[in-house]
């Protein structure tokens, strides 16, 4: 069942990328909140309305990808929201590792940078709700 409608909550400290993927997904029709580290990313959680779903880049400044994945799967009422970590070493992994990551954080799916915008779409989709209720093309 997807997570409720609150915005999408990137987290990159990228500003190209960052920038780049609000407005892409700006453009399909979704709410998107940005933060450019992991601190940043936390702040975001605490504060209404929750996000629908994660984008989460690993190596972050002030606090990485993974103490942002412990302090949500600390807290109960965080750990519900979806998390699609986008980053190009995590994506390396092999499978086993990758897998057995994903049970202890429960992380929603891995996408490695750079990624394709229509993968991304597809992967967001199957987690996530859009808050603005637009619709954008779903053809296979």
Do not use: C
Request: aromatic share 4%.
């Amino acid at each position: 069942m997807p997570a409720s409608s609150g915005p999408l909550l990137i987290v990159e400290d990228d500003a190209d990328i960052r920038e780049a993927l609000q407005g892409y997904l700006e453009l399909q029709g979704y709410e998107v909140r940005a933060a450019s580290n992991g601190k940043e990313a936390l702040k975001y959680l605490e504060t209404p309305p929750r996000p629908s779903l994660i984008l989460l880049d690993m190596a972050l400044p002030v606090m990485d990808g993974h103490r942002v994945l412990t302090a949500r799967k600390a807290n109960a009422t965080l750990a519900g929201v979806p998390v699609i970590i986008l980053s190009a070493g995590m994506a390396a992994m092999n499978p086993r590792d990758r897998a057995v990551y994903a049970a202890n954080y429960d992380v929603a799916a891995f996408l490695k940078k750079p990624v394709e915008p229509r993968l991304l779409l597809e992967v967001i989709e199957r987690f996530s709700l859009k808050s603005s209720g637009a619709q954008a093309g779903t053809s296979p």
